[in-house]
């Protein structure tokens, strides 16, 4: 994966100095179309523009780069909403269902339930800082036409939240160059995309797994699940010319990296679970 241009940005210790809080900044991010379209215009481009023609020209391409920037924002939006609104679900279901979860492991599923609550609540109120109406929670099915039973089988159970979990970490990964121009939303998606990760280690822990993925393999995960969540999970190769398995080997290399999921494979994936 080509990550230099988001560590590049990160590398900036003002990044994310701001003097407002954030929740103060989210009632600005409605603005983000405009500043997108002021900021996509290079560094003195406006002193050249001295004819009605060309500025009336520049104005158009950057409101057409701004509408483009904040599709994308608001796409990745909806897609981390739909995750979330996922996981959510599953564990609210898990821990309302007597005798599944032992008690040894209910607080860390309460816990891990909390944080997807609050990432839905927190998803949809920035969408709507943004003037865009959040996507209804789907009608999900986790048994996924009767291939699962999570619900009454606590290692199925442990082992579709892994699959999520991973998912998750994936999804936020890949969604990061379409968030990057709004700094509020980066930091938060970062922000979640951390936590994401901590619940999957816990939750592969608690499965007798590795914290992280070794090739593209979940560990005892359903071939149809698998090939979805952990797809290109095996690659190596970083940059056009360094192979962390020539020095590594392929597991240790490939757990080096943890690659990204597209936003068309999250969308497949939680596809399956929705009814």
């Given amino acids: 994966m080509n990550i230099l241009k988001l560590l590049d940005k990160l590398s900036d210790d003002t990044f994310f100095t701001k003097e407002s809080s954030r929740l103060e900044t989210l ?3 409605s603005e983000f179309g405009k500043k997108a379209a002021v900021s996509s215009i290079p560094l003195g481009l406006g002193a050249l523009m001295t004819t009605t023609s060309t500025a009336k020209a520049q104005t158009t391409t950057a409101n057409e780069t701004g509408n483009t920037n904040k599709s994308a924002l608001t796409d990745a939006l909806q897609l981390a909403l739909t995750l979330e609104y996922l996981e959510d679900e599953y564990y609210s279901i898990g821990l309302s269902t007597a005798g599944l979860i ?88 970062l922000q979640i995309h951390s936590v994401e990760a901590r619940h999957a280690s816990q939750v592969r822990r608690m499965r007798a797994n590795k914290g992280w993925i070794e090739l593209a393999d979940g560990g005892g995960i359903p071939t149809a699940v698998n090939d979805k969540v952990y797809i290109g999970e095996d690659f190596t190769m970083q940059l056009p010319n360094f192979n962390a398995a020539t020095a590594f080997g392929p597991e240790a290399g490939s757990a080096a990296y943890d690659e990204i999921l597209t936003g068309s494979a999250a969308q497949a994936i939680a596809a399956m679970f929705i009814d």
């Fill in 27 to 29: 009632t600005h991010i």
């Fill in 102 to 189: 032992p008690s040894t492991d209910r607080p860390v599923f309460m816990q891990i339930s909390k944080h997807e609550t609050a990432h839905v609540a927190f998803l949809k109120s920035t969408l709507t800082s943004l003037n865009v109406i959040p996507a209804a929670k789907p009608n999900f099915d986790f048994t996924a036409d009767g291939a699962f039973d999570p619900f009454s089988d606590y290692d199925q159970f442990l082992t579709l939240a892994q699959a999520f979990e991973d998912t998750g970490v994936r999804a936020y990964k890949g969604q990061a160059g379409n968030v990057m121009a709004n700094k509020t939303v980066l930091q938060a998606a």
